[in-house]
């Protein structure tokens, strides 16, 4: 059975830096595409980071250059380093994982992340 932990969420100034786990239970995590999104009230959730089983990442033009994603194989954990951050990137974060050559994924329960002086 897949599990994803979230943890990292919380309040921060502008400008200021978090950065987001989301740690993978079960055999899924080398064989998958990992994804970070969000969703602020009153909009859809969206795609900010993605980093595919080979490594690949890919980011939203909005967070291009302050948000980075990183995964530790050895810890089945991927991570969302957010720095810059701005009142839009308010938000709650979902971590997503997509087995490969599959429409076979998983959604952690999110975590808020709110930017606010």
């Known amino acids: 059975q897949v599990q994803l932990v979230e943890s990292g969420g919380g309040l921060v100034q502008p400008g200021g830096s978090l950065t987001l786990s989301c740690a993978v239970s079960?055999?899924?995590?080398?064989?998958?595409?990992i994804g970070w999104y969000r969703q602020a009230p009153g909009k859809e959730r969206e795609l900010v980071a993605v980093?595919?089983?080979?490594?690949?990442?890919n980011y939203a033009v909005s967070v291009e250059g302050r948000f980075k994603i990183s995964k530790d194989n050895a810890k089945n954990t991927v991570y969302l380093q957010m720095n810059s951050l701005k009142v839009e990137d308010t938000a709650v974060y979902y971590c997503n994982v997509r087995r490969d050559f599959t429409e076979i994924y998983y959604w952690g329960h999110g975590t808020q992340v709110t930017v606010s002086s």
């Open positions: 980093v595919t089983s080979g490594g690949s990442t």
């Open positions: 079960g055999s899924i995590f080398s064989n998958s595409r």
